[in-house]
């Protein structure tokens, strides 16, 4: 049986999410389609032999009907894709059963939906607005990955920073306290969560590691305006300033869209300016991608698509740039790092501040610990070292 949970984020993702639903049903067998792609787009109900299409409300029915869907693969459901029912719905896939997944690390989703109305996003309309999950609920679940033997707790949501059930230096304070895990961080998080009480707990907490994730998307503030994200160039510079002073060891990665409509070649050299003027330790660069049903997508002064890929390129090389620079400071270093992978005798997992590492030991050592890593070189991509 193949679920496949799709993905409508970009105009490439939703393409691929058809691509795969076409693949599964080619192997034969049961498929079952849930996620946002089916929420957004109901051309594909039109896509024949599928057994199961659910929107995002619900989406662990499709574990409950399983059986009944494999005895006949040919009877066809559909769930209700109405987002606007109750509160945070959870999904327990991978905290329940941890079992069956080997791994340290474990994100646990605090949040769903979003109230946001960024001009180029499509994630409000296929997945509500933000309901947040309760402390207590969030709280049981770390215990249980803790006792599990996670060590490394990502909280994270379709807008983590959206999160209202109680301010996230609350989360923070509560996983310190959870015995067991080592390691706290969060997913992408807008530059407006940066706020003296969250670094105050940040930086107190034993656990919070010194990396964060901002979704940035631009520097310029005519295109932030456009996009209408809800800061501008000015606030972005000020919560760097915050983190720097207050956390100096922290690194920074943060998301960009590249070529967002009327984008001209001075909105998008800010970008660049920034990218190298913080040291961004990584960039997640994104070519705009109009999505039907946003505001982005009708408006006009598109980039031509030579010109984004261009674009695009040229942020990817500064980030690199960047990150080899910062990379290079560790020659000689000793780091921490939690092992999330072994492989003919080569260790791999992250830093503290989130760098990716390989090494080699003179001991052998297994996932989910925590090694002391020398480091001597790095390729660029990853810290390079050996430990006792
Ligand atoms: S805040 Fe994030 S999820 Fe919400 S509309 Fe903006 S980009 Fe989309």
Redesign the pocket.
């Known amino acids: 049986m193949y679920i496949i949970n799709t993905c409508a984020v970009t105009a490439e993702s939703g393409r691929k999410s058809a691509q795969i639903i076409r693949r599964a049903l080619n192997r034969g067998g049961c498929v079952a389609v849930i996620g946002c792609y089916s929420q957004l787009d109901p051309t594909i109900n039109e896509i024949q032999g599928v057994s199961y299409i659910g929107g995002n409300r619900d989406k662990a029915a499709v574990f409950r009907k399983a059986d009944e869907l494999l005895e006949n693969s040919r009877t066809r459901y559909e769930e209700s894709f109405d987002l606007s029912g109750p509160g945070y719905e959870s999904l327990c896939i991978g905290t329940q059963r941890t079992d069956v997944f080997s791994t340290c690390r474990a994100y646990v989703k605090i949040e769903d939906g979003?109230?946001?109305?960024?001009s180029?996003?499509i994630?409000?309309k296929v997945?509500g607005p933000v309901r947040s999950r309760p402390v207590a609920e969030i709280i049981s679940e770390v215990q249980r990955l803790a006792i599990k033997g996670y060590k490394e707790i990502i909280l994270t949501g379709?807008?983590t920073s959206?999160y209202d059930y109680a301010p996230l230096s609350e989360l923070i304070n509560i996983v310190d306290g959870i015995e067991g895990i080592e390691r706290l961080r969060f997913g992408s998080l807008?530059p407006n969560t940066i706020t003296d009480g969250f670094l105050t707990a940040a930086a107190d907490s034993r656990k919070f590691m010194p990396h964060i994730h901002l979704?940035l998307?631009s520097a310029s503030d005519r295109i932030l305006k456009l996009m209408r994200?809800p800061y501008n160039k000015e606030q972005m510079i000020k919560k760097m300033e915050m983190i720097n002073t207050r956390m100096p060891d922290m690194l920074i990665s943060a998301d960009f869209i590249v070529g967002f409509p009327t984008e001209t070649e001075s909105d998008f050299l800010q970008t660049i300016d920034f990218v190298n003027a913080y040291g961004l330790s990584h960039v997640h660069a994104f070519p705009f991608s109009p999505r039907p049903g946003t505001a982005a997508a009708s408006m006009s002064g598109k980039i031509p698509a030579r010109e984004l890929k261009k674009r695009n390129e040229i942020l990817i090389e500064h980030s690199r740039n960047v990150k080899k620079r910062i990379l290079e400071r560790y020659n000689g270093e000793s780091v921490k790092v939690l092992i999330e992978s072994i492989a003919k005798g080569e260790y791999r997992g992250h830093t503290e501040d989130f760098l990716e590492t390989k090494f080699t030991s003179f001991t052998q050592k297994k996932i989910g610990d925590i090694a002391e890593v020398n480091i001597s070189s790095t390729d660029g991509e990853y810290l390079i070292g050996r430990s006792e």
């Open positions: 979003c109230n946001g109305r960024c180029y996003c994630i409000p997945r379709i807008e959206a807008s979704s998307q994200r």
